[in-house]
């Protein structure tokens, strides 16, 4: 058994845009208010901008839920993600996958508002090292996200099951 609560160190969030470099790694977690509480993408995301915030867990790990939330920014925030999708990495693949369910779905569902967080259960959990969070969208819209990610260190890899037939 694991605890779903095994979760990534401040200073290993990164993302793909230029803003404000000083801004303190927390800002992009789940309950946070530092520097405006949120990562907000340089541009507004649309079905042709592509940006994300990259989370290195140095180690791979099974994840098994996202949590996300909008920008709350002492109640003035307006900005939230409606959808995202999750890539992931593990060194084993040496690529970047995109996740899908059971049902090839790539798109999650996202939040509402502001401040309300969504938890997100993977029904098909994964394993890596690194894991991005997209904002999806198919108008233009500005967003903003803080995400957690849940799950547990990865030690093997490979699990063998044993199936009795009654």
């Known amino acids: 058994m694991y605890t779903p609560k ?5 200073n290993n969030i990164l ?5 404000i470099q000083r801004m303190v790694y927390y800002c992009f977690r789940i309950r946070q208010e530092k520097n405006g ?17 990259e989370i290195d867990l140095d180690e791979d790990h099974l994840v098994t ?3 996300t939330q909008g920008r709350w920014g002492n109640g003035q925030g307006q900005e939230y993600t409606e959808a995202f999708t999750v890539e992931y990495w593990r060194k084993s693949i040496g690529r970047w996958v ?13 939040n509402v508002n502001t401040y309300l967080s969504v938890n997100q ?17 198919t ?3 500005t967003v903003c996200m803080r995400v957690e990610i849940y799950g547990c260190p990865w030690e093997r890899e490979y699990i063998y099951f044993l199936l009795q037939v009654i």
Do not use: M
């Open 121 to 137: 259960e993977l029904e098909l959990p994964f394993v890596a090292s690194r894991i991005r969070f997209v904002p999806f969208s």
């Open 98 to 110: 995109e996740y899908k369910d059971s049902k090839d779905c790539r798109v999650l569902p996202g």
């Open 65 to 67: 839920w996202t949590e």
């Open 37 to 53: 509480g949120a990562w907000c993408p340089k541009a507004q995301i649309s079905s042709e901008v592509r940006e994300y915030l």
């Open 6 to 10: 095994q979760q990534y160190a401040n």
């Open 139 to 141: 108008h233009p819209r």
């Open 15 to 19: 993302y793909n845009n230029d803003i």
